[in-house]
């Protein structure tokens, strides 16, 4: 028997940050323009932005946020940002007042939904249990 799974819609966004002759340069695939746009024309509009941040070769000091795990500092690697459309909506606007347009924190990640399977690492374990606490405060 065939599961009535919610479909989740996503905007997705990569990120690629390197560092030339020292200057940190964040290029964004597609730019934020372009992916509000399509967010604005998606029907049903999206339940969840995802970025996929590479760091080429090492985490740059504007990126010291998103690791503390100091050989991915050195290497570089992967990070995840998922949110919700509105504190996506939220952050690009700050984004755009900083210099450089570095991107920055989203405030803590979404966990994977469980319509995508779900995920048990400890930053979206960390996610659920600070929205459950969140949602048990609200009520009281």
């Known amino acids: 028997m065939k ?49 996929r941040i590479n760091f080429r070769a090492g985490v740059p000091l504007e990126y010291c946020w998103t690791t503390t795990d100091e050989r991915r500092r050195r290497q570089g690697g992967h990070c995840i940002q998922r949110m919700s459309l509105k504190t996506w909506l939220n952050i690009i606007q700050l984004e755009e007042l900083k210099p450089g347009q570095h991107l920055g924190p989203c405030g803590g990640i979404l966990p994977r939904p469980k319509e995508r399977g779900g995920c048990d690492c400890p930053a979206c374990t960390a996610a659920t249990q600070r929205i459950e606490a969140e949602e048990a405060a609200k009520k009281g």
């Not at 599961?3 to 819609?9: A, D, G, H, T």
């Not at 992916?35 to 509009?45: F, Q, T, V």
């Open 3 to 51: 599961k009535n799974k919610k479909r989740v819609i996503t905007l997705e966004q990569w990120v690629e940050v390197e560092t030339h002759c020292g200057k940190t340069v964040t290029t964004l695939y597609p730019p934020n323009a372009e992916m509000r746009k399509k967010g604005l024309e998606m029907d049903p509009p999206p339940d969840l932005v995802y970025r």
